[in-house]
């Protein structure tokens, strides 16, 4: 298959996902069904942050480390939006090859141990 071919038809499967829940807005979803759906967001999340561990075997322990950062301002204060926003502090402070600003990820940790929850 050609590489037009494959986005065209990727392309038509996601319009035809988008006009199927535009059609089935109204539509009652039965109790179990609807439990089941509140997991993929945190299924979706989970699969996006497992696959971004994976990469050059050079930065394993600089990827856990910006996980561990990350999850840990999720935790602290348990909002999604810090979480993915400590995540590029991090990364800039452990990946910087002259690892100048690694004391900066030592200050931000502290201060989401520190931190009060508004």
Known sequence: MSALGLILTMALGVYALRLGGLLLAGARVPPAWEQGLGFVPVATLTGLVVSSLAGRPDEG???????????????????????????????????????ERVGYLGRMVLWLLTATDQ
């Open 61 to 99: 322990a600089i990827r856990l480390v910006v996980a561990a950062a990350a999850g840990l301002a999720a935790w602290r204060t348990g909002r999604a939006w810090v979480c993915i926003l400590s995540g590029w502090p991090c990364i800039g402070s452990c990946a910087s090859p002259e690892r």
